[in-house]
């Protein structure tokens, strides 16, 4: 969205009085496509009436995607909640902003301004941005709120000076400064940055050129030199031809900085043709499963889809790709996306929400005995965000299960909602945000949050996460109902103790009881962590946090002295012995 700048004088008009029609495309009237030519105080009108009806629409039923085609232009591009803007370019550079692409709304509660703890579910792809003036870039945001393959050619700060909880810079470039002013934490992966300033609790750095020194646990910061193995998310692009396409980025070992910085990015152009686009109002899962046994890649245009089957991945490479953050709502208490143990899917940018019925799980990556090796052509999984609770009632047991081997997870946001319809506690229900079977499985940047049990239970062998944000659920009833075999509470991350190889990188792990019967029932959590004590097991920096009432014991196994309210506490380093 774009902010009105001085000069335009043409009155407001709330988003729905507009003639849009211009600006619509084979993708429906929720995609809005801009191209330089196009009068640009139309354009400014038309995206300062959406920023003023998405800005605090948190729990609505209303998305959409902006497309910029190449070229260059002169405005403010200010995404707000359900929205997601994308440069069209086959790389950042060929779409231009003079200006900013920000995210800048906040919240004032409790004698606090600017807030940005809430500003959740938006996202920015794939822009060259050029800061007039020397101002600073203000993309404030907390969780589901990525910027990447971006290049920024200025500062950037990922705060407004208050609370903050994000959030994920990736496959970007920032010129200048990056960083926090107050934010919690902060998760950047193969990136070219000219400095980091900033941050409290925790941030990670993973394959990051100008990442800032491993100063733990002054400076709560972990940084990886090499990103292991990644695939960059796919995305939609404009063609010299003038057509529609999908470009697949090609799986990476070893690496740091962006995958595009020298215009040879390797990977995969798929046509437009060979995609079935998909409407809320025209969709359900008949179609969209037909679509799939006929072999073409799924492309979700913004929306609800309500579904009453589950989707059903059996087909190798199968690419499911949203705009403007699509949302499934299974209605039947059955699976939302479900794959084959194949190779080569990508799911990428949608929401799930619970429905409902209970779910066994929201997504399924694999059958329930899934053995087959594809390390070279992983399943990969790309800014994912599921829901319990929040903008409706839904309910299930797990939100993401993934069985096969070798996946690789990008950006996930799994989370019990906390606030909204539907966050009543629940027994027996509601039980984990993530489960891994699958062994060598991968995840960069895993937010998972407010579960009932484990919030992360990983039974499968050589995991390895890379940043990991959660907090502990708000308000268990009593000790007596949440426990694990007499232990109070349930370890945010929980490793089966059968497993002998795990490695995680970066982790903070939150408390914040309150509520009654929580707080006279003085509930308390005593293990942020518990993994086996076994040789391969090797856990790298773990910060903790305690808010409001009660506390965490123990960072992990028993190890690590009691957080208190107001205590940030930081445990090094755990190595299995066994």
């Known amino acids: 969205m774009l902010s009105i700048v001085a000069g335009c004088s043409k009155p407001n008009k709330k988003f729905s009085e507009l003639d849009i029609s211009q600006y619509t495309s084979i993708f429906g009237k929720n995609v809005l496509v801009f191209d330089d030519s196009m009068d640009l105080e139309g354009i400014k009108m038309t995206l300062k009436a959406l920023h003023n009806q998405q800005r605090y629409n948190e729990f609505g039923s209303e998305r959409y995607a902006l497309l910029f085609k190449p070229g260059t232009y002169n405005i403010d591009v200010t995404v707000d909640y359900y929205v997601q803007a994308?440069?069209?370019?086959?790389?950042?550079?060929?779409?231009?902003?003079?200006?900013?692409?920000?995210?800048?709304?906040?919240?004032s509660s409790n004698n606090v301004s600017n807030k940005v703890t809430t500003m959740f579910w938006r996202g920015a792809e794939n822009f060259k941005v050029v800061p007039q003036d020397g101002e600073m870039i203000y993309w404030a945001v907390s969780q589901a709120a990525p910027y990447r393959r971006m290049h920024v050619a200025g500062d950037i700060n990922f705060d407004k000076?208050?609370?903050?909880?994000?959030g994920v810079l990736a496959n970007s470039v920032v010129e200048g400064r990056a960083g926090l002013t107050s934010g919690q934490q902060w998760m950047t992966r193969n990136s070219s940055i000219g400095s980091w300033e900033g941050g409290n609790w925790n941030r990670v750095f993973v394959g990051v050129k100008g990442a800032p020194t491993d100063s733990w646990p002054d400076k709560p910061t972990t940084v990886i030199d090499k990103t292991p193995v990644v695939r960059e998310k796919p995305f939609l692009t404009y063609t010299e031809s003038g057509d529609y396409a999908v470009f697949v980025p090609a799986l990476r070992r070893e690496t740091s900085g962006p995958s595009w910085i020298n215009r040879d990015e390797e990977g995969e152009l798929i046509a437009i043709t060979s995609?079935?686009?998909?409407?809320?109002?025209?969709?359900?899962?008949?179609?969209l499963n037909h679509a799939l046994a006929d072999g073409k890649h799924i492309l979700f245009t913004p929306g609800i889809y309500e579904i009453d089957e589950?989707?059903?991945?059996?087909?190798?490479?199968?690419?499911?790709?949203?705009?403007?953050?699509?949302?499934?709502?299974?209605?039947?208490?059955?699976?939302a996306v479900t794959t084959n143990d194949i190779p080569g899917v990508k799911l990428a940018g949608f929401m799930v929400d619970a429905g409902p019925e209970l779910s066994p799980t929201l997504i399924q990556i694999g059958s329930n005995v899934s053995d087959s090796d594809y390390p070279d052509n992983p399943i990969s999984l790309h800014d994912i965000y599921c829901r319990v609770g929040g903008a409706v009632v839904g309910q299930t047991e797990t939100t993401v299960t993934i069985n096969s081997n070798?996946?690789?997870?990008?950006?996930?946001?799994?989370w019990r909602a906390d606030h909204g319809v539907g966050t009543e506690w629940m027994n027996g229900q509601n039980k984990h945000g993530l489960v891994v079977n699958g062994d060598h499985v991968t995840i960069y940047g895993l937010f998972n949050e407010h579960f009932q049990a484990y919030q992360t239970l990983w039974k499968g062998e050589h995991g390895r996460t890379y940043f990991y944000q959660s907090e502990i659920p708000y308000h268990p009833p009593s000790i007596e109902e949440w426990n694990d075999d007499g232990k109070p509470g349930y370890a945010s991350y929980k490793v089966a103790d059968n497993v002998q190889n795990h490695q995680a990188y970066g982790l903070g792990i939150y408390s914040f009881f309150s509520g009654e019967p929580t707080v006279s029932n003085n509930v308390?959590?005593?293990n942020a962590m518990e993994v086996p004590d076994n040789s391969g097991i090797v856990i790298t920096h773990i910060s903790t946090f305690a808010g409001l009432n009660g506390g965490i014991n123990h960072s992990i196994n028993g190890l690590g002295s009691p957080t208190e309210v107001g205590d940030l506490k930081h445990y090094d380093k755990f190595e299995g012995n066994k």
Do not use: C, M
């Open 86 to 107: 994308l440069g069209l370019g086959r790389y950042p550079d060929d779409v231009t902003i003079n200006g900013t692409v920000q995210s800048v709304t906040t919240t």
């Open 406 to 414: 070798y996946v690789i997870g990008d950006h996930f946001w799994l």
């Open 524 to 526: 308390r959590l005593e």
């Open 310 to 335: 589950t989707l059903t991945i059996t087909k190798p490479n199968t690419v499911i790709l949203g705009l403007g953050l699509p949302t499934l709502i299974p209605q039947n208490g059955q699976i």
């Open 161 to 166: 000076g208050s609370w903050a909880s994000g």
């Open 275 to 287: 995609f079935h686009i998909a409407y809320p109002d025209q969709d359900n899962a008949t179609s």
